[in-house]
């Protein structure tokens, strides 16, 4: 059974930084691409960033540049360190994750868009909260 928890979520002010975790089990298969959403309230899930076993990653134009995505293989984790946040970056942020030919990566970075739909496996959510 595949099961993901996040962690590390809190309050933070414009200009800080946080860093958000996922550890993942029951994954049995080499290829699989864990990634990061967000929804704020009112709005869509939207899909910030991925990266797929191989190292390969993916940013929205909203965090690039901000937001670094890492896998820990031996840990069995994700991490999303988010630096410079904006209070616009408030939301909750889940983990997804699937087993998914390399193709499902390429086609995320050649369209620039992450569909949740794409991604079977979710975590419960962790809650970034940026404020002055």
């Known amino acids: 059974q595949v099961q993901l928890m996040e962690s590390g979520g809190g309050s933070v002010e414009p200009g800080g930084s946080l860093r958000i975790s996922c550890v993942t089990s029951?994954?049995?298969?080499?290829?699989?691409?864990m990634g990061w959403f967000r929804q704020a309230p009112g709005k869509e899930r939207e899909g910030v960033a991925a990266?797929?076993?191989?190292?390969?990653?993916y940013y929205a134009d909203s965090v690039k540049g901000r937001f670094t995505i890492s896998l820990d293989n031996a840990k069995n984790t994700v991490y999303l360190q988010m630096n410079n946040l904006k209070p616009e970056d408030s939301a909750v942020y889940y983990c997804?994750?699937?087993?998914?030919?390399?193709?499902?990566?390429?086609?995320?970075?050649?369209?620039?868009?992450?569909?949740?739909?794409?991604?079977?496996?979710w975590g419960q959510g962790t809650q970034v909260t940026v404020s002055s």
């Open positions: 997804a994750a699937d087993t998914v030919p390399k193709a499902f990566m390429t086609a995320i970075q050649s369209s620039g868009v992450m569909t949740a739909s794409d991604f079977t496996y």
């Open positions: 029951g994954f049995l298969y080499s290829g699989n691409c």
């Open positions: 990266i797929y076993t191989d190292g390969d990653t």
